[in-house]
């Protein structure tokens, strides 16, 4: 019953076998192994773009920070949903890489950008000759950080507005396969054909031991990104041991099928969770992340029957036991049937 | 016959098969994995220092960068041999990392500082008020890039200069473990017996996939240590990884083990370069580097029979067969003693 | 009838002759001048500090954000309004000068910070280990940048609020003087008494060229300072012209003086807009800075009569006379009776 | 006797004249005066070139960092002579400004960068992948710090190794108009001519209370430098002030005069040292600044006679009068003959 997170869960075991698989002999290092090679034709391929350029990290704050400041300019701002990971979780990183550039921060109950909510904020900026900061970048995340989903259309509506100001669009992609299999879309369609410009392309979540593809649509961008990854000490130099998990990760839809398996644990998650009462969902659970709301009673219950997971708002440990706390459970692609079973098993002690 | 790099070579089965072992169920993210703590305990038996604090990154760049910036202030200048790693091969990730502090390149013709070079350097700093930089860290590095060793008299005298000044010390030990075999002595006496401050205790080239430990004799530096580790990008998520990989390491002195490997192998390659003729050493070979001197007719031959090795000065392909071009040799653990006397046996074809 | 800002009227003769007095013999640089010498002592007598240091820069921005980078972390979020001068017009100088720490805005209706938001605020942050940003400085800016004042009460409320989690605390006094003669009281009671630890004390905008001084109650921040000050190339070389500006305005009050005449002005201003139909306050005008909304057919009479003022929301050369837009007018110390008048009468035409 | 610094004299009055001249009535800030369209159209007419652009700052620390930032990207390393300003005398604002780029210290015997040397220098960098720096812009000091001019034929020499890599070129001309009025040649001549991108034109060692204009030639990086300017909070309010010294400085050659001025008496005071034993120089004294060995019993009896300059190297409180100490002088415009003699006296007592 460990709902805590989809980085807390173990790489799949396939992963495991192509580590071993590439411990053998010598190999060029600094992503100059014949691995990565496969890897970029791989990439290349699943988002049906033979011009991307394709680069691995170990964390996904390197792949967002080192494409935002790639994308912009130190007096810029980046335009992000107010719930954004790059926002909330990275520790000032993207400012940090980017040299000093700002975050705008765009109204988003959904955890979603709308076109308008976005466009406001554009408009706030850029306004004021040299005096404030100058529009840069729009970053989506997708599945968003709160598990909904945008669709290919309201993708593309809020990717039309970043172009129609001549801005440039990042992908934090942590949740992608998740968000992909849900749509049943390509990554083509979910990327460069919906306006994106460059994508995180996560793999940690889903199953890997700690890679990220970063995915450049605009070549051209591509030796500064290099230079930058290096420069952020983040250009590893036995460089095949990630190649090799991002290869197991493509190879034979692998990732697909964990996207999915953590799909349908969560679904069932929350159709259980429909029955329950005492539940409310936060926001409409379309990806592997729920957020609910619930008595901090019934928190305690969860948690007391063996539960783990994350209490977001306010303290497990409070004296009022009907003070609604929000929880999040998230599945990863090891979940299993028993596990989400056991835990709304719990609801009816 | 491949001595290109030692981050070239595979990693140790045992490191794999530690992968695998900690490959099962839910493990907290981020670096509270309990393997983490059993990591911490033993870097702080191996070092004999129970208040160290120790962590874990995948690159020395990043572990050399985020050390002196949490040492350093950016009006700083960080004192270092001139052919320190930190200056010539992190693309100013050191200067990125603390926010624009200068590297002072010491004079140091057998790549180690010296006492009096590194004093005169001090000396010509933080004597102009606030007009020039001010004096920051020592940084020394052990192994030297260039396969040379401090002795603990001339590490000692050299930490010691730093001490007069009051600087702290930092250790690039990328190559601790070849350095610390081949002196024969104890990690504490190779560093904070020896008046160091902190560590970048080097797994990578020594038969891990990329891990490599910080460690902090002051643990009041650490919090901010952690901050800029984080705000680097630099905390995995899945840590789990990580740990596993140094705990491996550590275990059944394993990674004494294969340095005490990688040395012999260099042993056995020295002694017959030695006798060759039309070889010259440029630094005298201690670690598990050479680097040496030949014609460029000679480099050809010996690429020719299937040598894999780096030409650090000028081209292989140029014209004059007479010229002399400066090669580089490097052993790793897995370097076999037939593929040193197949090497040998080229100059004599 | 210029009321665009208070830094586009010229200096007080008696700060062009204090120029002209400094302006013989040899002084040495860098701050060291006699005068300096004096400046100091002055700001401690006027700020009744006889332990804190001053320093003179030439922008507002400087002041600013050199003192947030003095006192936070790059790693921080500085707590602000949401229309704080260092948020909007300042190009993100203090992401800069910090190194990549944050703003967090902190939603101020008047413009004021108030201690619930404040508190609010800073609860958010620092809630999510290495995460998400570390809390920071508090910035208030007296007056406000829409004209408001706040009170030693409120001021005080605010800074107990900064207290309570031990943060520091910045005042942002490009209009000090402004608010200082409003509230009557001294400047010891509006900074240090009220619980601010540094101030960026304004004189450009009231009637200097272009010096800004800034106020570290705490010493021991003064050295830092001094280096950020000479980094940030914001150390004149011959700084005598600094410090005579600044003697001038300190000696026999000048700098009330002319904060008097700017709000006195203002006065005689806002008492003709209450009675003039059509204008709408947006903020209470309490300082020298008032904000209005009007039809754009009055705009348009007001500047095709001559008054020269920004609109900040709109258009002035919009379709619909009768869409609201806003106008800001700023008196300074030169602003005339007449010049007010003459503005006044245009309503009438 | 005072030659301790050209930023230690005295403005020219028609400077300060000027200054009161501009204080009348409202003008638009942050550059927008009318005074400074007259200035740019002035620089352009000096410098015969109708497409650059100028802007003004406050310091030469603060024209050389703005214009090597605008010029270079993190990750290069910018070249200049080894007792370069922006080296020894700037506390790292350049690596501050640029984000943390390195500076390459060329050796520069005379403090001349020579076309060898550079050459060398640059093939040192940029051969490593991305593991080294990569190659930035080229800065030369002209007049150089230690008093020394580059010839047209040497400044084109030096430029035309920046071109065959196709690097920028900046020229640092805190002592500009010393070197030109030397050379007899022209301000393009001295510049674009002869292959500088960019000037940072000293104004205030020259007379001004504190100026320096950029020079840009290349106008397509004039608003990522306008930006830099004001995120760097060297953008003056009001503005005016600024462009009211640099007209004056334009006005009738009074810079060249000043700067002739400066040099005559400089010429004066070398051709008596000439005269005098015990003295040595240690370059050729071709500007304004004289660098020159003594003992410390000679400079004593000249520091006791009232001479005001410094000693570079050594205290002048040692033991041992005969041991040989640097010490340096300067002639400002507003150096007397009757100073300079009276100074050449001091050896005859």
């Known amino acids: 019953m460990f709902f805590a997170s989809d980085n807390a869960g173990p790489a799949h075991p396939k992963v495991l076998e192509a580590l ?71 520790c000032n990183a993207p400012e940090f890489f980017s040299g000093g550039s700002k975050l705008t921060l765009v109204p988003s109950p959904s955890a979603k950008l709308t076109p308008d909510a976005l466009r406001s904020a554009i408009l706030g900026e850029e306004n004021r000759g040299v005096h404030g900061p100058q529009r840069g970048p729009v970053s989506i995340t ?92 983040h250009l590893l130099s036995k460089h ?8 197991a990760y493509l190879a034979d839809d692998l990732w697909l099928d964990m996207a999915r398996m953590a ?34 009673g019934l928190h305690r219950k969860l948690h007391d029957g063996g539960a783990v997971y994350y209490i977001m708002s306010g303290e497990l440990d409070g004296d009022d036991p009907e003070e609604m706390l929000t929880g999040r459970l998230v599945c990863d692609w090891s979940m299993t049937e028993d596990g989400v079973d056991e835990f709304l098993a719990l609801f009816d002690r």
Chains 1, 2, 3, 4 share one sequence.
């Open 20 to 90: 071993t698989i590439a411990n053998t002999g010598y190999a060029s290092g600094y992503g100059a192994d014949a691995i990565m090679d496969e890897v970029r034709d791989g990439i290349r391929t699943v988002f049906e773009a033979p011009r991307a350029e394709a680069f691995l990290v170990t964390t996904g704050t390197a792949a967002n920070s080192l494409i935002l400041a790639t994308m912009s300019k130190p007096w810029q701002t980046v335009f992000c949903s107010d719930v954004a990971h790059i926002h909330e979780d990275e």
């Open 142 to 233: 997708q599945a968003t950080e709160k598990g909904t989903i945008y669709s290919l259309e309201e993708l593309t509506a809020v990717t039309a507005v970043a172009k129609d100001f001549g801005l440039k669009t990042h992908l934090d992609g942590a949740r992608f396969a998740n968000a992909l299999v849900r749509l049943g879309c390509t990554p083509a369609e979910m990327t460069w054909k919906a306006g994106i410009d460059a994508v995180s392309f996560g793999g940690t979540k889903n199953g890997l031991l700690g890679v990220e593809a970063v995915v450049l649509f605009d070549p051209e961008t591509a030796w500064e990104f290099e230079l930058r990854r290096k420069r952020g000490a």
């Open 240 to 247: 095949r041991y990630l190649s090799a998990q991002m290869r």
């Open 263 to 296: 799909n349908a644990r969560t679904d069932r998650l929350v159709a259980g969770l429909r029955n329950t009462s005492g539940i409310e969902f936060l926001f409409e659970p379309e990806a592997n992340i729920i957020f609910f709301s619930a008595t901090r």
